[in-house]
């Protein structure tokens, strides 16, 4: 696993130094936005009421390059899924089932970002999509899956206009063949 973080973080540092490299160039407004996310997760397709439970916990980080006129964006993502294996017994609400072998996910994906409305106003709807790439874990073995595609939804609110720092609320689905993943997430971007 240890290689595979490893490679992530390698081709993570490769995009930013090439999107934020282009990006100084033709933005002097904020050229690099920094966010991370928390949220759940449910699991589709073939990773549905299988060997999985259905839900999960995601944290993430993302890098933001915007483009003018500033309705465009590049965005870089790394994220972490945890689904706890079907064995698990929940007893008495949420009690985490260390004993059973975890299902993790570690997507990293290359999105555009479309806003949907003036760059002026404070709220930001926006749509954005890419391809990503996917690690999974699941009792000591750990390897790659076929590439996927991912989709997002988001509304973001500027709270410090000055700064264009701003909060968000994401819904994703990431796609790997017949497995998928929808995610809502809430985050932050400074």
Known sequence: MRTHLVRAALASAIFLAATTSNAQAVSTDRPLQIGFMLGGAAATGSYSGGQI???????????????????????????????????????????PCFNNPIVDLVPMSANL????????????????????????????????????????????????????????????????GTAGVSSVTMGARF
Not at 67 to 81: C, E, I, K, M, S
């Open 53 to 95: 439970h259905n839900t999960a916990g995601v944290i993430g980080l993302e890098v933001q390059v915007p483009l003018p006129p500033r309705r465009l964006a590049v965005r870089g993502d790394l994220a972490y899924f945890s689904f706890f294996g079907t064995n698990c017994l929940l007893v008495g609400g949420f009690r």
């Open 113 to 176: 970002v479309a806003r949907l409305n003036d760059p002026s106003t404070r709220w930001s709807p926006y749509l954005l999509g890419g391809a990503a790439l996917y690690l999974t874990s699941s009792g000591g073995n750990v390897g790659p899956t076929p590439p996927g595609a991912g989709l997002q939804a988001g509304l973001g609110f500027e709270v410090r206009p000055a700064t264009r720092t701003n909060v968000f609320i994401e819904w994703r689905h990431l796609s790997m």
